[in-house]
């Protein structure tokens, strides 16, 4: 009968949607139009495939798709803005104090 084997899985397989062209579009504009950004690359989980967290000097942040870590990596050296392994490094404080004051003062952001 077989109602308790379990599907045998070819691969790790994602839910996600796939890296657009428009993902780095929204990076690129991201860093044109802030000061200090340095980019956190995000490992691929079983939701969401690899991400690039931007984050500027005053903590503003963005979240985005890439195609890999070594696609990451590239985009962010031809931008010439340092790219960390968030496992590494982890988030730095000004993200989370940006976060804290959003959720303060909505009416601002």
């Known amino acids: 009968m077989g109602l308790f084997r379990r599907r045998k ?3 790790a397989e994602s839910r996600d949607r ?3 062209r428009a ?20 490992p691929r989980t079983t939701v969401t495939e690899t991400t690039v967290m931007l984050i ?8 985005r798709r890439v195609g890999s870590p070594e696609e990451a990596r590239r985009w962010a050296h031809g931008l010439a803005i340092p790219i960390y392994d ?5 988030y730095p404080q000004r993200m989370r104090d940006y976060n804290e004051r959003r ?3 909505p009416e601002l952001f």
């Open 9 to 11: 899985r070819t691969g």
């Open 18 to 20: 796939v890296a657009e």
């Open 56 to 63: 500027a000097d005053d903590g503003e942040w963005t979240r």
């Open 86 to 90: 968030v496992r590494l490094m982890g």
């Open 23 to 42: 993902d780095l579009e929204h990076l690129e504009n991201f860093v044109r139009t802030r000061r200090g950004v340095e980019a956190y690359l995000e």
């Open 103 to 105: 959720k303060r003062r």
